[in-house]
């Protein structure tokens, strides 16, 4: 059985993994696009950056298909739906800056996005359906030695999306941003204020490509805020975090 089955979370190191000739090249290509995110308009205060876009991953083929952009003043986006468990945006519709077309063909982010959805698990009937996958580029950086950044939520929490997996870009003069999973009841708490017994873990990403993925609905999980460490470089954290979903059908009797 699977670590994530098992656990309802597990850790991976997918540059040793996924070890293919040409990975560091495709690797440097992620890293430069994260020099240029645009900023994330639904939270400029916090130094944050980003990008997403979606797609499909087609059970029979298991190609990757991604879904088109809106267009708007000439930037195109790609709108997100989180469910109710952001206690920021509860069900709340957002649009973000898409992933440029280069980046999506990006071998390694394409392994990255397989290889995350072999450790998923659904019931038979539900993988007949293409399953949805949102990928998010995260930068979080801070210039000022008494700024910090935060993710969203900043605290333990459940995203809403059965599965959900970060991989670490780069991680560069960074104080926190650590990562802590614990039990679904501690949702909506900072790990210090919840009873050790309830934390399963507490560990920090640090070299590229090192990940990690839950099960969203048998843990929570939490990224604690990014500062400075030292000297006058800027604090960057920065993270793909890809989310997998059913294709979700109305129900009829409802
Ligand atoms: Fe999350």
Redesign the pocket.
Same mark, same amino acid.
């Given at each position: 059985m699977s670590q994530l089955k098992d656990k309802g979370y597990a850790i991976y190191d997918y540059m040793e993994s996924l070890r293919y000739d040409g990975i560091e090249k495709d690797y440097e290509a992620l890293l430069s696009y994260f020099e240029n995110l645009p900023i994330d308009d639904y939270a400029p205060e916090l130094n944050r950056y980003r990008r997403y876009s979606r797609a499909l991953v087609l059970p029979t083929s298991g190609n990757i298909e991604w879904l088109p952009d809106v267009k708007r003043e000439g930037n195109e986006y790609a709108a997100y739906f989180q469910g109710k468990f952001?206690p920021e945006h509860p069900g709340s519709y957002r649009e973000f800056h898409s992933i440029d077309s280069d980046i999506r063909d990006n071998k390694l982010l394409k392994k990255i996005i397989m290889a995350n959805y072999h450790e998923t698990f659904w019931q038979k009937e539900d993988k007949i359906m293409p399953i949805h996958v949102g990928v998010h580029f995260v930068k979080l950086m801070v210039d000022n030695d008494e700024d910090k950044a935060v &993710? &969203?939520?900043d605290c333990l929490?459940?995203?809403g999306e059965p599965f959900?997996f970060?991989h670490l870009i780069e991680r560069r003069n960074v104080k926190g941003g650590m990562n802590a999973i614990g039990i679904p009841e501690v949702r909506g708490k900072q790990p210090e204020e919840v009873d050790k017994k309830d934390l399963h873990e507490f560990f920090e990403i640090s070299k590229p490509l090192e990940s990690y993925g839950?099960d969203d609905s048998a843990v929570s999980?939490?990224?604690g805020p990014v500062m400075k460490d030292s000297g006058d470089d800027s604090a960057v954290r920065s993270v793909i975090?890809i989310d997998y979903q059913l294709t979700v059908v109305a129900d009829m009797d409802e």
């Open positions: 952001n &993710s &969203s939520p929490h459940q995203d959900t970060a839950v999980h939490y990224v975090l």
